[in-house]
């Protein structure tokens, strides 16, 4: 008894020696993936987008689990509990592309696209952000502009759904095009 109590033991202590190992390596692995999300994050060669430079394309990686982020049209409306806050994801970024493919600027097809991506985590979904504040997405003409540019009605609708000036203008006059 006294022979397996000490053997008991010993496993016990290698058990919980092995865990704390683990649990270090994916501490580590961490640390270096979020690491490696700050460099992407201020990489001064990011692909800019727009022919107003105002701006830039962003590839943020989810793994399964809570995205974290409400759509509206294609454009982030809210950030709820979940990995776009860890990710630093932000209302106003746009959604331009699914694991390297072009979505429409579609909430259902963008909806779809990322379920079916996943299958096979982690998806990529490719955002088209501001460069600095102060700006605010049009749905209706698909850019970034100032925030100046928009009534305040407008940016109180939230992304998605406001529009700048010229836009709600036009749309006032008669048929938009939807």
């Known amino acids: 008894i006294a022979a397996a109590k000490v053997r008991m033991a010993a496993n016990s202590e290698a058990n919980r020696q092995e865990t704390m190992r683990k649990s270090e390596a994916v501490a580590k692995e961490r640390a270096n993936k979020k690491d490696a999300r700050e460099e992407a994050a201020n990489d001064l060669t990011a692909e800019y987008y727009g022919d107003d430079g105002v701006e830039c394309f962003q590839i943020v990686e989810f793994g399964i689990g809570k995205l974290g982020m409400d759509i509206?049209?294609?454009a982030i409306s809210k950030i709820t509990e979940g990995q776009a806050v860890e990710l630093?994801?932000?209302?106003?970024?746009?959604?331009?592309?699914?694991?390297?493919?072009?979505?429409?600027?579609?909430?259902?097809?963008?909806?779809?696209?990322?379920?079916?991506?996943?299958?096979?985590?982690?998806?990529?979904?490719?955002?088209?952000?501001?460069?600095?504040?102060?700006?605010?997405?049009?749905?209706?003409?698909n850019k970034f502009f100032s925030t100046d540019k928009f009534e305040e009605a407008?940016?109180?609708?939230?992304?998605?759904?406001?529009?700048?000036?010229?836009?709600e203008e036009?749309?006032?006059?008669?048929d938009f095009g939807d």
Do not use: Y
Request: charged fraction near 20%; charge should be positive; proline fraction near 7%.
């Open 88 to 141: 630093k994801v932000a209302t106003g970024w746009v959604i331009h592309r699914v694991n390297g493919e072009d979505v429409p600027a579609d909430k259902k097809a963008i909806v779809k696209a990322v379920s079916s991506g996943m299958k096979a985590p982690p998806v990529k979904i490719g955002f088209r952000v501001p460069l600095t504040d102060g700006f605010a997405h049009c749905a209706a003409c």
């Open 154 to 167: 407008q940016l109180q609708k939230g992304p998605g759904k406001q529009m700048c000036g010229s836009c």
């Open 170 to 174: 036009f749309a006032d006059m008669g």
């Open 72 to 74: 509206e049209k294609n």
